[in-house]
């Protein structure tokens, strides 16, 4: 049985990273508000409900759980180098 490497957990990582700058592009303290950004720039492009938006934008860590996991993910590559037996090889 392989190990799942997990894109899918990666994936939603990167898509978080992308919200968060989005908010930190669009967002000026005193004039605009959390609710304005969501609906103007986030939720027509990642359709989800305002509360998943305020979890994601008060998830601390992004970038570094981004690469622990692009790290875990590159140490369950197999080796290019190891052939299996069994396979042909074939001729281009």
Same mark, same amino acid.
Not at 19 to 45: C, D, L, M, Q
Not at 46 to 59: D, G, Q, V
């Given at each position: 049985?392989?190990?799942?490497? *997990?894109? @899918?957990?990666? %994936?939603?990582?990167?898509?978080?990273?992308? +919200?968060?700058?989005?908010? @930190?592009? %669009?967002?000026?303290? *005193?004039?605009?508000?959390?609710? *304005?950004?969501?609906?103007? $720039?986030?939720?027509?492009?990642?359709?989800?409900?305002?509360?998943?938006?305020?979890?994601? +934008? %008060?998830?601390?860590?992004?970038?570094?759980?981004?690469?622990?996991?692009?790290?875990? +993910?590159? %140490? @369950?590559?197999?080796?290019?180098? +190891?052939?299996?037996?069994?396979?042909?090889?074939?001729? $281009?």
């Amino acid at each position: 049985m392989t190990k799942k490497c *997990g894109y @899918n957990r990666l %994936n939603h990582l990167k898509q978080c990273k992308i +919200i968060i700058s989005i908010v @930190n592009a %669009n967002y000026k303290e *005193g004039y605009t508000t959390y609710a *304005g950004i969501f609906r103007t $720039f986030v939720e027509p492009f990642y359709p989800m409900h305002y509360r998943t938006f305020m979890k994601i +934008i %008060n998830t601390p860590g992004i970038d570094k759980a981004i690469a622990e996991m692009e790290a875990r +993910i590159d %140490n @369950n590559k197999p080796d290019d180098t +190891i052939l299996d037996s069994e396979q042909l090889s074939l001729p $281009f």
